[in-house]
């Protein structure tokens, strides 16, 4: 069991260009989650998958957010036309029932 | 009201003493209860998980959750300089899985 992994674990992308995260769940775990965390700030909740079905979605994700989980193993977060705003860390979680490990994150700098 | 409430900190205390961390929450519909740690750039790591009200404890840690007060605890036994970090409590509902977090509290245990 090598934990949740993410990558890639930093990225810079210029104002408007589009952007895909990666995240590997621990092997077992069918339940996969994605969060977002700025500065000074608790993790934001953006979206949970049971297996390949994407159950919940907060208002954070806008339309310019997409995320997917096919054959329900890993997952790819995908921001287009990004903005300043969506600097942050995206976090990825996953979990067998209630209690969520986190990977390292994929920290996101927009110029 | 946010929905969870935590003291942000910073909170200093000599090596060897007692830490007392506390959050506060507004819905009682809350049931799952978490204290995760999280280093500098890294991810949260989970401490400790409470179903409900009660204490755990494990190591150095205990958990207390009090849900008549909506008020929940992380206590620090012997704390040591590898201790400091950001602690986030993390509460969510049985109808849901997304974790609902505070905003941390930033400890430092001085040597």
């Known amino acids: 069991d090598t934990g949740v992994s993410q990558n890639p674990r930093h990225k810079i992308t210029k104002r408007g260009q589009n952007v895909t995260f990666r995240c590997d769940p621990i092997s077992e775990h069918n339940r996969l989650y994605w969060y977002r965390q700025t500065l000074g700030q608790g993790p934001e909740f953006l979206t949970y998958?049971?297996?390949?079905?994407?159950?919940?979605k907060s208002r954070l994700l806008s339309d310019r957010f997409s995320a997917e989980r096919p054959k329900g193993s890993f997952s790819t977060l995908e921001i287009q036309r990004t903005e300043q705003g969506d600097s942050a860390m995206y976090l990825c979680a996953s979990s067998l029932d209630r209690e969520q490990y986190f990977g390292p994150g994929t920290r996101l700098t927009v110029t | 009201q946010k929905e969870v409430e935590q003291d942000p900190g910073p909170l200093s205390v000599p090596e060897g003493a007692i830490v007392s961390l506390n959050c506060t929450y507004s819905n009682s519909a809350f049931q799952y209860f978490m204290w995760y740690r999280q280093y500098s750039r890294k991810g949260p790591e989970l401490l400790m998980y409470t179903y409900s009200s009660g204490n755990k404890e494990d190591g150095r840690f205990t958990a207390q959750v009090d849900k008549s007060s909506k008020y929940i605890s992380l206590f620090i036994r012997d704390s040591q300089p590898s201790d400091s970090a950001t602690y986030l409590c993390?509460?969510?509902?049985?109808?849901?899985?997304?974790?609902?977090f505070g905003k941390g509290t930033k400890l430092s245990v001085i040597p």
């Open positions: 998958f049971q297996n390949e079905a994407q159950l919940e």
């Open positions: 993390a509460i969510s509902g049985a109808g849901s899985y997304q974790l609902t």
